[in-house]
């Protein structure tokens, strides 16, 4: 069965939401290329397969329930321990979780064809909103697509190690997999 034009939610239960980052830096090498899922997170999308341009998405995620699902690369294996402290650091100081709870998607512009679209829209990190791009497709049920977000333009120091040898790379991919339900 395929999508049809409604309204659906979004959501972990019909759905991921992942970030995916790479390492930068003279010490990349020791760092690691993170999968970390979104497990805390909600959204609407109106879909109009007829006109593109009515169609909207909204979506809502915490940043204190991301979780590590996965660590590619480095001299060493990610342990438990690394995941706790990763998590740890992301939500108290880069995101700073408790003061800034919620992370927010709202389209602007929708264009293209379910196949193929793009969506244009706000995402507001730690009350710095700015504009993003999503690309996406519709497959039978699915929606699936992603976007760059790159941190600095939020005001997001990427985080580094090693006197700085070894940091994040500025740009974090975001990916969703979701078959909407209606």
Known sequence: MALTSGTYALGPASGTLRLRTGRSGLGRRAGHD????????????????DDPSACT??????????EV???GGGVMALTAADRIEILKTVREKILKTRAHPVIRFRSTEVSGTPSA????GELTIMDVTRPVTVHGRISG??????????????GIKPYSALFGQ?????????????????
């Open 34 to 49: 993170l999968t970390i899922e979104v497990t805390r997170w909600s959204g609407e999308a109106v879909i109009d397969l």
């Open 57 to 66: 998405v909204t979506a809502e995620m915490d940043p204190a329930s991301f």
């Open 69 to 71: 699902v996965e660590g």
């Open 117 to 120: 679209f793009t969506i244009e």
């Open 141 to 154: 049920e699915r929606l699936t697509g992603e976007a760059t977000v790159v941190q600095t333009r939020w």
């Open 166 to 182: 070894l940091r994040l790379a500025d740009e974090v991919k975001i990916e969703f997999d979701s078959e909407p339900t209606g």
